[in-house]
């Protein structure tokens, strides 16, 4: 269930530098489908499952046309000792102070994280996955959200994640770049 929608508006451009200290820029990817997916921290075991995914799908989102950008709530030190161990095809961007989160009006939810740690299946799945440590026991309950970008930087879509594993279906992503690209 969505909390809000960015459908349809430009996206929000941005400057930063990813993990590694790579310069990126959303006008960057002008003229390209865009992925734009927010986690919550690099520590959090249900990003990384997503992160997991994410690689594991690398071939069909480019041959989909779409190119991923992800975001962290963290440092580059924190991705580097989590999410950054999994060796992402694609950049990943720290926003420790959320600014570009804001930009993008990313939610935190009390009642998301209830909604997660009531979820025993999700709650299993996660603890079998190897990604659970101390460090992702929940801060601030920031919630995932995900941002489908056509090629003039325009949101084709949004998805504001209810609770702390919810993104938008992979099938839902390569169908829309597979889309744009007929």
Partial sequence: METTTLK???ATP???????GNNISLA????KKVLLTFFRYASCPFCNMRMQLLIRNTEKLKNAGVEVLVLF???SNQIKKYAGKQNPPFPILPDPNRKIYKDYMINSSAMGMLKTMGNMKVM????????FSFDSLPREALLPADFLIDENQVIADSFFGTDFSEHMDIE???T???AENA
């Fill in 8 to 10: 349809n508006q430009i």
């Fill in 14 to 20: 941005f400057e930063t530098q990813d993990y590694l």
């Fill in 28 to 31: 960057d990817y002008k003229g």
């Fill in 73 to 75: 709530a963290s440092s």
């Fill in 124 to 131: 299993m799945k996660m603890m079998a996955s190897g990604f």
């Fill in 172 to 174: 839902k992503i390569l």
């Fill in 176 to 178: 829309w770049g597979k």
